[in-house]
């Protein structure tokens, strides 16, 4: 395994990961333009300085805010699948992101024992609500992990605004590392005092135990739209009013979006290096607007000049 793999970084617990994320096609697409979908996204993220791909699993997510979703719901295809599949040209590791209430044990169970452990790993996510109905609980997921396949790289999800509301994320940062999470990706981030306090909390609760912090990868997405703007809000991330009050009434959302965010990234990473918490960043796009997945592109070439600069 090459010192500069993903898998690499995040087992030595290296700060400087870079990745990107997508959305596997919609179920019904066709096969052959499933195939030409994934040749033009290889394409366009060879271009860029990664470390590896997050492929993420797309769930219903209604039950957990009573507003109308802004951008329709749309199934996909199976993330595994859809990796396996049609991104062979990829030669990078790749975060497979599994929403396990969809899932029955044995669907979970022949995942993690075929997984590819030097090509692949996982980021498992629990039920949008606590009264979603679910097959596979997260608990059980992650017990699961232990029992059939624990050297199989697995990641947690963090929410910043869950600590804003509870205080108590970096907790369950640390209840999850005892279950065999090795590494941590955000929800998209805007908010940075709220994203700084967690980073705190997490590094210091772990020093006071005497363990090492993992790898925490922050989230960045751009906005460049009052609807994008809706949206971001009803998946429950955090925009502060005074930004979400700008991006609103400016004349180039996406180019506000982009200094705020770059802005963003640039303190995250002086705050992180200054304490010695191991640190990335993932970059993605939440809208199917042209004109913000090709910005998202070029906010992904900038945000790892960052980091490798």
Known sequence: ?????????????????????????????????VKEIAEVTVSRLS???LDGLIVYDIDDESDRNPYERPFPYLPTLDPASFHAQYLGDWAKQTVIYRCVGKYSE?????????AETDRVMGVFVGASSGGKPVQTSLRRAQQLHH????????GA???????????????????????GVTFFISQV????????????????ACQDAGITPRPLIFTLSLCGSPKTLEFLEWLGVQVPPWMATELRGSADPLADSRRETLAIAR????????????YGFNVESVSIRKDEIEATTSLAREVASLLRG
């Not at 029992?147 to 697995?154: G, H, S």
């Not at 509301?165 to 590392?177: A, C, F, I, V």
């Not at 303190?267 to 191991?278: F, I, Q, S, T, V």
Request: hydrophobic fraction near 35%; glycine fraction near 6%; proline fraction near 6%.
């Open 1 to 33: 395994m090459s010192r500069n793999s993903l898998l690499s970084k995040l087992a030595d617990a290296r700060s400087g990961v870079m990745l990107f994320s997508i959305t596997p096609p919609r179920r019904t697409t066709a096969p052959e333009r």
């Open 47 to 49: 271009g860029l300085n």
């Open 106 to 114: 044995d669907e979970l169970r022949g995942w993690l024992s075929a």
């Open 147 to 154: 029992d059939v396949r624990p050297e199989l790289p697995l």
């Open 157 to 179: 999800v963090v929410i910043g605004e869950r600590h804003a509301r509870h205080g108590d994320e970096h907790l369950r940062m640390l209840t999850k590392q005892e279950r």
């Open 189 to 204: 981030v805007y908010d940075l005092n709220e994203s700084k306090n967690l980073v705190s909390d997490y590094f210091y």
């Open 267 to 278: 303190d995250l990473k002086a705050y992180c290096e200054r304490l010695g918490m191991p």
